[in-house]
């Protein structure tokens, strides 16, 4: 009779962290260089394990020696991307019982008000239309009180008309982003993240860059319109998306939402 692998519960469980945990390193590094070097490092593991199976002890000792003795280089090398890393993790807020439930999507709609996309999108065609640059980042489930800390703070419930005013090019409030936190716009002029990505076409600007910065880290999304061409980007986990129709898009963004 053939003996089994004894296999656990803390044995799943231990395969789900480390599957989430590669999920996020993949995730962090994706569309930079670092993700060649991390392929790189893997493969090497790889060979490694496998000459140490095949017990070729001279291989595998080189390889078990570059490998344990290179982990002060990784983290030079790494340094930006585990910063970025433990950024990601560190604005996911538990710390209040609001923030705690509303990790939670069957409670959300109890917890939180809906937010009126009509309202953001009006604002935005129009802005299109007028080839008014602007930058809308709506707050999901990451807390992002560590950017609205660099703004300036607003309390005002989503309003098409204060939203075109936001960005007109005569305001001083129009550099920058605008974050909504359940309906309400709670900051104005804020600082975002620049995103690092070798696969952003060259024809796309800093507010192109701050949009997909801010979406790489945090599970925000972000809506922007083009000063120079008037489009309007769609943006979520750091890829964008044009869209033409503003029902299609407002469907996108209460799928994202809900």
Not at 194 to 213: C, E, Q
Request: charged residues 20%; glycine residues 6%.
């Amino acid at each position: 009779m053939l003996d089994f692998i004894d296999f656990s519960f803390l044995d799943v469980l231990d395969i789900l962290l480390v599957a989430t945990l590669l999920y996020y390193i993949y995730k962090l590094l994706k569309g930079t260089v670092a993700i060649n070097i991390f392929i790189g490092i893997a493969l090497i593991f790889l060979i490694w394990k496998i000459t140490q199976a095949l017990k070729m002890e001279m291989l595998s000792g080189i390889l078990g020696y570059l490998l344990s003795g290179g982990v002060i280089a990784l983290i030079i090398v790494f340094q930006q991307e585990i910063r970025k890393f433990l950024l990601m993790i560190g604005t996911t807020n538990f710390s209040t019982k609001r923030n705690f439930f509303k990790q939670l999507k069957f409670l959300q709609s109890e917890i939180t008000s809906e937010i009126d996309t009509d309202q953001i999108l009006n604002a935005c065609n129009s802005m299109s239309r007028s080839k008014t640059g602007a930058l809308i980042v709506v707050e999901r489930t990451n807390n992002l009180d560590f950017l609205i800390n660099t703004g300036d703070a607003m309390n005002a419930l989503v309003n098409e008309v204060i939203l075109e005013s936001i960005f007109y090019k005569n305001s001083p409030l129009h550099d920058g982003a605008t974050i909504i936190r359940d309906n309400y716009i709670v900051a104005t002029r804020v600082i975002l993240p620049i995103s690092d990505s070798t696969k952003i076409p060259s024809r796309f600007g800093l507010r192109h860059r701050a949009a997909i910065g801010v979406s790489e880290k945090t599970d925000a999304v972000c809506i922007l319109v083009s000063e120079e061409t008037g489009e309007i980007s769609y943006i979520k986990d750091g890829e964008f998306v044009l869209y033409n129709s503003k029902k299609e898009l407002n469907e996108k963004l209460k799928n994202d939402l809900a």
